[in-house]
T-cell receptor, first 116, second 114 residues
Framework: DTAVSQTPKYLVTQMGNDKSIKCEQN?????MYWYKQDSKKFLKIMFSYNNKELIINETVPNRFSPKSPDKAHLNLHINSLELGDSAVYFC???????????????FGPGTRLLVL | AQSVTQLDSQVPVFEEAPVELRCNYS??????LFWYVQYPNQGLQLLLKYLSGSTLVKGINGFEAEFNKSQTSFHLRKPSVHISDTAEYFC????????????FGSGTRLLVRP
C-alpha cells in the first residue's frame, strides 16, 4: 500500500549508459515531480507533470527526459550518463490541479544512482 | 525568485533538550512555508506548513514553527527531543501564485545524543 514508489532503489552503472527510473503513485494525485538530491543533501526540482503535461522544466540537461504514460506514473529517462549525475533522485506527487503551491508533496523513498 | 537559507548544517543536542532549527527566506511576493523531515535512507515527509492565519503552526511529532514576516523567518522548534528525531530537516518555500516550484534550503541535520 505504498503511496509513492520508485524502482529501482539502487542503480549502479557505467558512464555513457542510458537508464530509466520508474515512479508510481496510488494517491490519485494530479501532479508529479522529480527532484535531484546531491551529495550535500541539496534538493533541486527537475520536472513537474500536471495531468500528463510538463509544467516545470528547470535547467537540467536534455539528456534527462520525463515520461508520463498516465497520471499515476512519471518515469525519468537519462541518456549518456555522466559522473555528475550520481545523486539520489526523488519522485513526489501532490493533489489537485490549481491548488498548486498550498499542497503537501508526498515523496518516494528515492533512487540512489551511482555512475562509475 | 524565492530562496531559503538554513544557517545551521548540523545541530547536535542531548535527548530531552529543546531544539530550534533556523530558517530564513527571501521572496518578492507572499509565500507558503514548509518543513519537511528526511529520516535516514528515506524520502521526505511533511512536518508542518504555514499557509495563512495563526503564525504559530503545530505539526507532527511535537514540532512547531513560527512564521515571522518582519524577520522573514520560519524557525522550527521542539521542547524535548527524542533519539528518534535524528534526521535531516528541510525548510521550503513556494510562491502563493500557484507556482509548483518548491524551493528547498540546504537542510539541517539534527543529531540527538543520549
Amino acid at each position: 500500500d505504498t503511496a509513492v514508489s520508485q524502482t529501482p532503489k539502487y542503480l549502479v552503472t557505467q558512464m555513457g549508459n542510458d537508464k530509466s527510473i520508474k515512479c508510481e503513485q496510488n494517491l490519485g494525485h494530479d501532479t508529479m515531480y522529480w527532484y535531484k538530491q546531491d551529495s550535500k543533501k541539496f534538493l533541486k526540482i527537475m520536472f513537474s507533470y500536471n495531468n500528463k503535461e510538463l509544467i516545470i522544466n528547470e535547467t537540467v540537461p536534455n539528456r534527462f527526459s520525463p515520461k508520463s504514460p498516465d497520471k499515476a506514473h512519471l518515469n525519468l529517462h537519462i541518456n549518456s550518463l555522466e559522473l555528475g549525475d550520481s545523486a539520489v533522485y526523488f519522485c513526489a506527487s501532490s493533489p489537485r490541479v490549481g491548488a498548486g503551491a498550498r499542497e503537501t508533496q508526498y515523496f518516494g523513498p528515492g533512487t540512489r544512482l551511482l555512475v562509475l | 525568485a524565492q530562496s531559503v537559507t538554513q544557517l545551521d548544517s548540523q545541530v547536535p543536542v542531548f535527548e530531552e533538550a529543546p531544539v530550534e532549527l533556523r530558517c530564513n527566506y527571501s521572496s518578492s511576493v507572499s509565500v507558503y512555508l514548509f518543513w519537511y523531515v528526511q529520516y535516514p535512507n528515506q524520502g521526505l515527509q511533511l512536518l508542518l506548513k504555514y499557509l495563512s492565519g495563526s503564525t504559530l503552526v503545530k505539526g507532527i511529532n511535537g514540532f512547531e514553527a513560527e512564521f515571522n514576516k518582519s524577520q522573514t523567518s520560519f524557525h522550527l522548534r521542539k521542547p524535548s527531543v527524542h533519539i528518534s528525531d535524528t534526521a535531516e530537516y528541510f525548510c521550503a518555500v513556494t510562491r502563493m501564485d500557484s507556482s509548483y516550484n518548491l524551493s528547498f534550503g540546504s537542510g539541517t541535520r539534527l543529531l540527538v545524543r543520549p
